[in-house]
């Protein structure tokens, strides 16, 4: 492991002398870390690309773990995306009434969903379900050595359990975003039109007119992206699992913090670089 | 050590292990391994805890890279190897963990079936019979659709064992295969490993620090210590070697009755 030595400061140096050195263990050991990290992601990411290409396909693989992430997720989504447009169509519905704009309440909703909410909230709970799963599992399997004995049986462990993870969360992501913003704006016409009998038609007709192929593009680049993020930091916090049961526990937590801080950090980013390369229509 | 250029294939030596150095860190564990592995032999690795002797399988089937030295395979140095090129050399190996490694997400059968599945174009049916096969050959009749949870220690291994063996590779090296079993399991471990070794003629690596077991079934052994190997013989060579670390090794490890016993049988 990337870990600076004390080593400027021998015992019985002066007090100031200790300190520098303190300092600087205390400061570039998580810079090191956190590098050495995203290399391993780097190095992971482009053999499980190298992999993908190369015999033996793996069907098998691929199927599960698309059944895993997309299958898997789907209650989970509907029922956050129901309860997430359900109650962002409660708060727009009484702010946008206050400045009699209740027409915009069925287009703010809906481009909320599409561009921010499905994409972001779908990665955090993709991060939740499966990214920790994924950690958990490679991590256990090389704690236990099963990744070890895959290589002496000429498996490549990265073809057999990466590569499908992360081609499945790219693939899957978008999906289950388009689900989510499906659920969501379900919520939202259930409370603004149904329940706070905000007008069908007002709702409908300005969605129609605001929303368009640009706005759901947004979303879909964003989700395929976060599905890229969430599944490589959960395959490299497992992968190179150390340090026993206590490790696994480790590089669960940390898959799911580092996916969430990566995902939300990024979105802005990301809807910022979108933003500039298809200047908006709108 | 032979002096025989290392790169012939030899008939007699399988493995030849030259110079082999690793490191973690600062922690020097591989200090100028040399190794003779001889073909169709049971070789046995011994050595106290923490001594390096599961590092140096792992990188005799290319599991970790060496920082400096050679490993050659039928004449092959496989140091320089990649991955790809790697598992071409590992389809001569088979390896049984010391802790089995067996993969929890599929029942003993499945274990048993994976290198028939990646390696051969056999039907289903025939796999299944050669997997039943093997799984008898080691008394676990019935085992097949247990999960791995639910197997003990010993079943652990044996099911290791037949996953190891299944393809009938050339070398099997087994890490501690006994270490933590009962006697009695201990001695049926020994015997499968005599067995197999006899049956298939395979080249056996075995790694132990188990000197009952070690004497009863070595015919060879080398003391790995310090990161070098120290000693090196037949076991009646080992027994008759002054070599002061040896002798401590061998007589505090329990077994002294039996090796002393063993000693004056042999001896005459
Ligand atoms: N992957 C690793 N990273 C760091 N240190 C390791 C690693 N594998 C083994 N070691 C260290 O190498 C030494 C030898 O380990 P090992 O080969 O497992 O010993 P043993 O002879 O008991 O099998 C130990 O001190 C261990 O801590
Ligand atoms: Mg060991």
């Keep these: 492991m990337a870990q600076p030595r004390s080593d400027i400061a021998p015992k019985g140096s002066p007090w100031w002398l200790r300190l520098v050195d303190s300092f600087w263990v205390q400061l570039l050991g998580p810079i090191l870390k956190g590098l050495e990290t995203f290399g391993h992601m780097l190095v992971l990411l482009s053999q499980a690309t190298y992999w993908l290409f190369r015999r033996p396909f793996r069907w098998r693989e691929h199927l599960a773990a698309l059944d895993f992430i997309g299958v898997g997720s789907l209650s989970i989504i509907v029922l956050v995306g129901l309860f997430t447009g359900a109650a962002f169509s409660l708060q727009v519905t009484d702010t946008f009434r206050t400045f009699g704009m209740e027409s915009y309440i069925g287009a703010m909703v809906t481009l909320a969903l599409v561009r921010e909410l499905a994409p972001v909230l779908t990665a955090l709970m993709v991060t939740a379900r499966a990214g920790s799963a994924m950690a958990t599992e490679l991590g256990s399997m090389r704690i236990t050595e099963q990744i070890d004995a895959l290589r002496t049986m000429a498996v490549s462990p990265v073809q057999y359990l990466v590569t499908p993870r992360i081609l499945a969360s790219v693939l899957m992501m978008p999906l289950l975003t388009m689900v989510f913003t499906f659920a969501g704006m379900l919520g939202a016409y259930f409370v603004a039109v149904i329940l706070l009998e905000v007008d069908h038609g007002l709702f409908v007709a300005e969605t129609e007119w605001m929303v368009d192929a640009y706005d759901i593009k947004i979303g879909l680049i964003k989700a395929a992206i976060f599905g890229l993020v969430l599944s490589s930091i959960g395959c490299q916090q497992g992968f190179f699992a150390e340090g026993g049961a206590k490790g696994v526990g480790r590089a669960t937590t940390r898959a799911v913090v580092y996916s969430c801080v990566t995902i939300l950090m990024l979105d802005y980013f990301v809807g910022d670089i979108l933003l500039i390369i298809y200047e908006s229509p709108t | ?268």
Excluded: W
Aim: hydrophobic share 40%.
């Design chain 2, 1 to 268: 050590m032979s002096e025989i250029d290392p790169t012939l294939r030899d008939e007699q030596y399988q493995l030849r292990v030259r110079d082999l150095h690793k490191s973690f860190g600062s922690h020097h564990v591989l200090r100028g391994v040399d190794l003779d592995i001889e073909r169709h032999k049971i070789n046995i690795i011994i050595g106290g805890s923490g001594q390096g002797k599961s590092v140096l399988c792992k990188h005799l089937m290319g599991l970790l890279k060496p920082d400096r030295g050679a490993i050659y395979v039928d004449g092959e140095d496989i140091v320089p190897l990649d991955e790809v090129a790697m598992n071409r050399v590992r389809r001569k190996f088979g390896m049984l963990f010391q802790h089995a490694a067996l993969f929890d997400s599929m029942t003993v059968e499945e274990n048993v079936a994976f290198p028939l599945r990646e390696h051969t174009r056999l039907s289903r049916k025939k796999i299944r019979e050669l997997v039943t096969d093997k799984l008898e050959l080691l008394g676990l009749r019935n085992a097949e659709q247990k999960m791995t949870s639910e197997l003990s220690g010993g079943m652990a291994k044996r099911v290791g064992l037949a996953r190891a063996i299944v393809l009938e590779p050339e070398i099997l090296i087994y890490d501690e295969p006994t270490t933590g079993l009962d006697p009695i399991a201990t001695k049926n471990v020994d015997n499968m490993i005599a067995e197999t070794a006899r049956r298939l003629g395979v080249t056996s690596i075995v790694i132990s620090h188990d000197m009952a077991s070690t004497f009863r079934i070595a015919d060879h052994i080398f003391m790995l210590q310090g990161g070098r190997i120290v000693a090196s013989g037949t076991p009646g060579e080992i027994l008759r070697s002054d070599n002061p670390d040896l002798r401590l090794f061998v007589e505090t490890s329990g077994a002294v009755k039996f090796t002393q016993g063993r000693a004056r049988g042999g001896l005459g």
